[in-house]
T-cell receptor, first 114, second 110 residues
């Protein structure tokens, strides 16, 4: 069946440019999460959307990072004025949104800032 | 202190042996617990949820110890394909935010 879809799978850009990453969650999943994973590191929570509630942005590392979720489905993570330390794999996950529901991950976007 | 802590390993395991490792969490109000598996340069995949009474799925057994605030994962009859990083995941008392441990690397060798 269709899983979480992320695009692009790889993105290489120059320092200072803006990038936009896309996540298409599993149909019917009301909760959507963004994480990032730097090389050899654990998963770092970035932001969480649940239905029509205000998103939990507590993990966003700076104001250069923002995310939207339109129509309760597709989400975009935008990084402005990228820095080299932004290089990481950005993972999106979705879940049914109830209390005890595991998350399903996309394949991730590998972002490289030159 | 980190919210979720794991021994990074690696745990070098002979094929066919049993390996077990723990994950400690700091928030006593945490509600849900999971083990995820992550292969090198791949996304995490859910291995199993961890229930209060403990649960088993084939060669994998997960336990929760609320009093000491840790969960454990035991792998019996290890296979070469079990080589991976095992991520401990904890869901807090409020909302659905998950906190991931840094992972425990397991290497099963012939």
């Amino acid at each position: 069946g269709a899983g979480v879809s992320q695009s692009p799978s790889n993105k290489v850009t120059e320092k200072g440019k803006d990038v936009e990453l896309r996540c298409d969650p599993i149909s019917g999943h009301t909760a959507l999460y963004w994480y990032r994973q730097s090389l050899g590191q654990g998963l770092e929570f970035l932001i969480y959307f649940q239905g029509n509630s205000a998103p939990d942005k507590s993990g966003l590392p700076s104001d250069r990072f923002s995310a939207e979720r339109t129509g309760g489905s597709v989400s975009t993570l935008t990084i402005q004025r990228t820095q080299q330390e932004d290089s990481a794999v950005y993972l999106c996950a979705s879940s049914l949104g109830q209390v005890i529901q595991p998350q399903h991950f996309g394949d991730g976007t590998r972002l490289s800032i030159l | 202190r980190k919210e979720v802590e794991q021994d990074p390993g690696p745990f070098n395991v002979p094929e066919g042996a049993t390996v077990a490792f723990n994950c400690t969490y700091s928030n006593s109000a945490s509600q849900s617990f999971f083990w995820y598996r992550q292969d090198c340069r791949k996304e995490p995949k859910l291995l199993m949820s961890v229930y209060s009474s403990g649960n088993e799925d084939g060669r994998f057994t997960a336990q929760l110890n609320r009093a000491s605030q840790y969960i454990s994962l035991l792998i019996r009859d290890s296979k070469l394909s079990d080589s991976a990083t095992y991520l401990c995941v904890v869901k807090g008392a409020a909302g659905n935010k998950l906190t991931f441990g840094g992972g425990t690397r397991v290497l099963v060798k012939p």
